[in-house]
């Protein structure tokens, strides 16, 4: 089992910045791919990016490109999301995912792909 804590989140203007943390227990953290999803009220879960267990592979939304960055410390047992330029459209619950084993490409952007699950931390955007 991992357990997995996201933090972070809250209450920016459009243009603002905010990073989001999440804490694994439980497991070798390093053995897993990680992803971050977002759901809106009303609407599906969606992928927003995903880093492969070294660090070095990463996948991006085509909405977030260039905005978001998804990093991951093996060390510390915890990955990032530094969100800058926010818009009204990225407000939303923010989860972090975890999977094992790990494999590449498309996959990375489907949620049903992942294991565990955290409750999630609420960024709101105003404009």
């Known amino acids: 089992q991992v357990q997995l804590a996201e933090s972070g989140g809250g209450l920016v203007h459009t243009g603002g910045s905010l990073r989001l943390s999440c804490a694994a227990s439980?497991?070798?953290?390093?053995?897993?791919?990680m992803g971050w999803f977002r759901q809106a009220p009303g609407k599906e879960r969606e992928f927003v990016t995903a880093?492969?267990?070294?660090?070095?592979?990463?996948f991006y939304a085509e909405s977030v490109k260039g905005r978001f960055t998804i990093s991951r410390d093996n060390a510390k047992n915890t990955m990032y999301l530094q969100m800058n330029s926010l818009k009204p459209e990225d407000t939303a619950v923010y989860y972090c995912?975890?999977?094992?084993?790990?494999?590449?490409?498309?996959?990375?952007?489907?949620?049903?792909?992942?294991?565990?699950w955290g409750q999630g931390t609420q960024v709101t955007v105003s404009s």
């Open positions: 439980g497991h070798t953290f390093s053995n897993f791919g």
């Open positions: 880093i492969s267990p070294s660090g070095t592979t990463t």
């Open positions: 995912a975890a999977r094992a084993p790990y494999y590449g490409g498309n996959s990375n952007y489907d949620p049903v792909n992942y294991d565990y």
